[in-house]
């Protein structure tokens, strides 16, 4: 992402004057999907695309933001009852909003902004905007915020100000990402690991179909509704089960006459994906990546079937990879659309990538898009 280009429309749109330069990137996950809010495990890391944002304290009680990309400009106060309509200005809204809620001293300041995560490919755009303006506002206004608690302002963003009931994987991985490592994180008791990933004879790499689908966030909230249905009856005869993290299938079945069909295939899902992803990380010990691969073809086949949170173009992507002798592959973040992340080995890369390219274009008329993964540094001061 180029800083220049930001800070030389920052420049123009306010009267020629400098800010402090700020960013945090979006994310992939090697494996732990709709396991966070689930208290479960997550895999991500942060990624060489992210958001930069250029920030002056204006010396007003206003925040006065221009979006780049949008070319919209929008002026917000700061209390509760000033909530912009533009959606992109609600993430800034809120995030402020919730750091205040934490005692933090916020005032008006102009801030110009531009991102290069794709929006709706799964990447966390919205978690790369939130996470920046967090770490950018605990540093000019020095809230002595530290970062997990900028993770969960970005989060407190999404569920308040958003209507995303999401957990803390997009959020944790913006702030805490670190160039060359993926990092495990435990979601309930939030301690973390940093895994250098490195596979000789590997790439990753993303394949984005670019659909999107409506009322992603509706469906979104629907399963992690049905997680916690399915978590609650548990709990009727395991007290010990607080989310369906702490839940085995024998558990599960025993519920299975007294929840929906529905809240059972989602439940499955998660308990199964919890156990993938300690057995990742037993297997990236041992530099084992064929097994690595397996739980990621397991892990679509389980959100495709059981939390359906695939659809056709994504399914179709993951066929492709399997044809061409793909390592593993699944769809990525939240579903709904966006992209498949592809475990290939070198030698594989070239004729996968094309063939994916052009048997994709041939069926939906249209290229996906496709994405080398370079893992990054988290939020940080650009100048
Ligand atoms: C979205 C959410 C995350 C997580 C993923 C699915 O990206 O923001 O909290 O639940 O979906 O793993």
Known sequence: MEIEYVKSRFKKHFDGSEGSVYASPGRINLIGEHTDYNGGFVFPGAIDKGMVAEIKINGTNKVRAYSIDMKDYVEF???????????????IFGVCREMIKRGAKIQGFNTAFAGDVPLGAGMSS????????????????HCGIDKFELAKIGQATEHNYCGVMCGIMDQFASVFGKAGSLIRLDCRSLEYKYYPFNPKGYKLVLLDTVVKHELAS??????????????????????????LRDATIEMLKEVKSIISEEDFMRAEYVIEEVQRVLDVCDALEKDDYETVGKKMYGTHDGMSRLYEVSCEEL??????????????????GGGFGGCTINLVKDELYEAFVADAKESFKAKYGKYPKVYDVVISDGSRKLA
């Not at 509706?218 to 709990?235: D, G, L, P």
């Open 315 to 332: 399914d179709f992507l993951n066929d492709c990879a399997k044809k061409n002798g793909v390592t593993g592959s699944r769809v990525m």
């Open 77 to 91: 106060g700061l209390n509760e009852e000033d909530a912009p309509h533009a959606s992109w200005a609600r993430y």
């Open 126 to 141: 919205s978690a790369a905007l939130e996470s920046t303006y967090a770490f950018a506002l605990n540093d000019l206004f």
């Open 218 to 243: 509706s469906a979104y909230n629907k399963r992690r509704q049905s997680c916690e249905t399915a978590a609650a009856a548990i709990r009727q005869n395991h007290p010990e089960v607080e989310l």
